[in-house]
């Protein structure tokens, strides 16, 4: 009998034994598992492997993720074998394989999948794999429709500030604290004051006691004593202020091309203020600065996040791109962030980019290629339709 559950509660029993669970075998027919090059196990990726669809080995020979690269058919199918694991608080069943845990990928042999396609299988139709999830798709039909155009960037670039220049005196009565004035820039907790006569080596900001503006004038709490008066000084740290910018800022952004002083390679790990498309702001990086920047041009960042801004069709998650620029090889949408869904909006991607792309239009691939499985049952949309590779 089968029994559905919600949390650890059976809602439902049936009068006649399921067909059986996705992933299962549906014969006893003879089957094949593919081989690593060392013989040693398959590992599932950063993301898991979901059991009862197709996956994809990564270059390594040893990762497998349940997505692929337009024109390259999968690895194998995930059997199923009680290998996922229940990792969610409350969680009654689940499909997932974590990553990191061993995948077996099976070439050859009958199997039941869900029809995630459109229309129901016929008996010996092709059995498409979708690149976005490893779906199992029946007939060319089943694939959804490619939009016919779409206008992205991916980051951006900016003119921006770390740090600042301003003049200071050692607070009346406590040699820990220093008065500010004409500031230049943007002071932040955790800024190193470079060195400078009336400051024991190099020190960094504690605290802002007072000031009407954040980072502005006030006074401030040092990690040391000085002896300043009205010295010109500067301060750095791992706070950037971007005065004009075109693209989008992202957290997890990588700092790419920047003037000497910024840390390339560091990347955005918060928004203090500001922020969003085209829009100033100021944000912390992973990275201290090495020096004080009045204001650099061409400050490039570039991640996981696809700004699109035009789109004729629907784009969904899953879907595999290709563009000129930071958009590389294996590219696909993971999953919709904000906007319109399906339409112009931020959407992520399942591998960062490699540089800065502005505007320009991106393609997306066909959805997903014919595997060597045909279907040897009708099966409606949602339902399990036997899949095999004998007989072909």
Known sequence: MGSPLIGSFQTRVNL?????VEGDFASANPRATALTPDGGAFVAGPGGVTVGKFAWVAPDGRTVNSFGVAGVAPSGFVHRDQQGLLTQYLQAAGMLIPPGFPVTLMVAGDFLAKNAGTSSSTVGEAIYALYADGSVLPGVGSLPAVPSAITAALGSTNTGALGATFTASAHAGDSTRIDVTAVTGLLSIGDTIANVSGIAGSQTIISQDTGGTTGGAGTYVLSGTNT????????FGNVVKITASAGLVSVGDYIASAA??????????????GGGVATAGVYTISVRGASYVASATGMTTYGTVLDVTAVTGTLLPGMPITA????????SIAG???GT??????YSLNIPGTAYTASGTVV???QGIITKFTAKSVAAVGELV???TWGN
């Open 364 to 366: 997306i691939t066909a």
């Open 16 to 20: 006649n034994n399921p067909l059986g």
């Open 260 to 273: 000497s002083g910024f840390p390339v390679g560091a990347t955005v790990t918060g928004i203090v203020s």
């Open 386 to 388: 036997q899949i095999s």
């Open 336 to 338: 919709f962030i904000s």
């Open 341 to 346: 869904y399906g339409g112009v909006g931020l």
């Open 324 to 331: 000129t620029g930071g958009i590389p090889a294996g590219t």
């Open 228 to 235: 300043l008066s009205a010295a010109t000084c500067t301060c």
